[in-house]
Each structure stands twice: as structure tokens, then as C-alpha cells.
């Protein structure tokens, strides 16, 4: 059984930051590639950012690029989301998710556990 657990969101005002967190427990964390989706009311979940197993290759949607940054320590089985120039469009729920595939890694449907979520609100 694999948890995935998030930390970090919160209420951030318009050109803020947050740093999420997930940590991840009861697989060889670098076996998987970890992404970010997040999901707002009303809308489907949508890709973030993702980094492969070794941390060697980063992909990032285009409403993260220059924005978000993320990175893992797999010794720690950790990885994070620092996202910086938050925008009120960033407001959602922000979930972590590993993906034992080979990639590309952008779609909710080749990630094998997501974590609870964690509430990202950017007030303007």
C-alpha cells in the first residue's frame, strides 16, 4: 500500500508563495515519478508539474512554467512544489501522485496513488 500525503496549502494573497509538500511511504519512492494536479471547482483535474524518478527530467504545464519549481529528495521520500507568483487562477486543490510509467506523465490516468489534496486559495 502506497500513502502519499500533502502539506503546505493554505490562503495566499495575489504575488505570494507556497511551497506544497508530499510525503510518500510504503514503495521505492524513486521508482515513481511524482506530479502535482491540481482541480478547481467545477473544472477536471488538470496537470502542474511533474519530475522522474531520478529527479533528472522535469515537465511543467504551461501555467507553471517561470512559476512553479519542483523538486524530490529521495532519500527523504519527500517531494515539493515551491510555487511563487501566485495568481487567483492558481486557486484549487493541489493533489500529489506517483506514476510507475515510463511518462510523459500529463494525464490523471498514468498516475497509480494520489494523495488527500491539499487547499490552495490566492486571494486578489
Known amino acids: 500500500q502506497v500513502q502519499l500525503v500533502e502539506s503546505g496549502g493554505g490562503l495566499v494573497h495575489a504575488g505570494g508563495s507556497l511551497r506544497l509538500s508530499c510525503a510518500a511511504s510504503?514503495?521505492?519512492?524513486?521508482?515513481?515519478?511524482m506530479g502535482w494536479f491540481r482541480q478547481a471547482p467545477g473544472n477536471v483535474r488538470e496537470f502542474v508539474i511533474v519530475i522522474s524518478g531520478n529527479g533528472g527530467s522535469t515537465y511543467y504545464a504551461d501555467s507553471a512554467k517561470a512559476r512553479f519549481t519542483i523538486s524530490r529528495d529521495n532519500a527523504k521520500n519527500t517531494v515539493s512544489l515551491q510555487m511563487n507568483s501566485l495568481k487567483p487562477e492558481d486557486t484549487a486543490v493541489y493533489y500529489c501522485?506517483?506514476?510507475?510509467?515510463?511518462?510523459?506523465?500529463?494525464?490523471?490516468?498514468?498516475?497509480?496513488?494520489w494523495g488527500q489534496g491539499t487547499r490552495v486559495t490566492v486571494a486578489s
Open positions: 501522485a506517483a506514476a510507475w510509467s515510463t511518462g510523459p506523465w500529463g494525464r490523471p490516468v498514468e498516475y497509480d496513488y
Open positions: 510504503g514503495h521505492t519512492f524513486s521508482n515513481y515519478a
